[in-house]
């Protein structure tokens, strides 16, 4: 694999990730005549929840719109100048063009105005865009496990990069795919956050784990993988390195959770063969997603890494992927108990739903 970091005209940094270490050098100048960057954003912490909400205002106001045939994550062409100034490319990542969280940012006040109580800091962190392929027309789960193999490289870099950056606690990879979930960009990519702080979810797991480990001397990630391998009723794929299940207390009505056999932190810790083992496993996993309702299903793929500093002997890594999707046709949405409790009410049950992801049909 070859990298090779470059910089786009407004000076967001743009990396190329290739497979083949002697494919022609990226030297492709971005020509396009852009705007400084958009100012970054503040952050402020809820007293009542002590939860941190960015708010990207500047979001709201994007002044670039690029014209509704031209992809910006597609490749550059003669007179059509899009994110990612090369021809073609395997996979690519760059900066946000509208970060929610950022460096260089302006003074903010300790405190919002007025509420001495509620702390507020800039939003401080790192927001990248990784496209996985630069072939607009296809997805994640249709690619060769090569590809998927250099994507998985490239998060390793990137957790290994954003980790490294002044500020930065938790480093998120994740892809959203399909217009239920809010996608406008059909072009196969995901999103890469370094936040400035442990998120809820991953702080309130980090507690559960830690007890958990104090009562039984060991970590909760691995007695739940050897219970769901040895019962085999949620397994739905199970390769050398990696087992995908659907959680016995799944939320979502599809939910798997894919994880390694061995207990590392984060994606680049993983070896050679636990990478391209990932690759199999995965693409076996999405193409049963997409035949559950005979459709592309809209999906949430979220890594669970350890936080950059804290905690990272009690993690263990996981990429959870679930759908909003109840039907083929019908959204499931978070009303009263999951938004205002979040307490999630699932009607279906996960061995219903494994037994149709493993089904040998799918
Ligand atoms: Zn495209």
């Not at 990696?242 to 680049?268: C, L």
Request: glycine share 4%.
């Amino acid at each position: 694999m070859r990298r090779t970091a470059r910089r786009l005209a407004d000076g967001r940094e743009v990396i190329y990730f290739d497979a083949d270490p002697s494919a022609p050098p990226r030297v492709a100048e971005d020509t396009r005549d852009l705007p400084a960057q958009a100012p970054a954003s503040e952050m402020r912490r809820d007293p009542l929840s002590g939860e941190w909400v960015a708010m990207a205002a500047h979001r709201q106001t994007r002044t670039y719109k690029p014209p509704a045939d031209l992809c910006p994550l597609c490749p550059s062409a003669p007179g059509s100048s899009s994110e990612i100034p090369e021809s073609e490319y395997d996979v690519v990542v760059f900066e946000n063009r509208f970060p929610s969280f950022a460096q260089g940012n302006p003074d903010i006040p300790s405190t919002v105005e007025g509420m001495s109580m509620m702390p507020s800091a800039p939003a401080a962190g790192r927001c990248e865009v990784v496209c996985f392929t630069s072939d607009h027309n296809t997805s994640f789960g249709h690619l060769r496990p090569a590809q998927v193999r250099t994507v998985v490289d490239a998060w390793a870099d990137r957790t290994e990069a954003l980790a490294a950056t002044p500020g930065v606690e938790q480093v998120f990879c994740f892809e959203n795919r399909g217009e239920e979930i809010g996608v406008t960009l059909h072009h196969p990519h995901g999103q890469i956050y370094g936040y400035p702080f442990i998120t809820p979810r991953t702080e309130r797991m980090l507690r559960v784990a830690e007890t958990y480990r104090a009562e039984h001397g060991r970590p909760v990630l691995g007695d739940v993988l050897a219970a769901e391998r040895a019962s085999g009723a949620r397994v739905i794929v199970e390769s050398e390195h990696w087992t995908a299940f659907v959680p016995a207390a799944a939320r979502w009505p599809v939910e798997v959770r894919v994880v390694p056999h061995r207990q590392v932190p984060d994606i680049a810790a993983l070896t050679d063969s636990e990478r391209d083992d990932f690759a199999t496993t995965y693409l076996d996993v999405l193409r049963r997603l997409d035949a559950l309702y005979d459709r592309p299903l809209p999906y949430i793929a979220a890594w669970h890494q350890a936080p950059v500093r804290a905690g990272r002997d009690l993690s263990w890594l996981h990429l959870e992927v679930f759908s909003v999707l109840r039907s083929a046709d019908k959204l499931k949405y978070l009303a009263g108990s999951e938004s205002g409790m979040a307490v999630w009410i699932n009607d279906v049950t996960p061995e219903q739903i494994a037994e149709r992801l493993r089904a040998p049909s799918v």
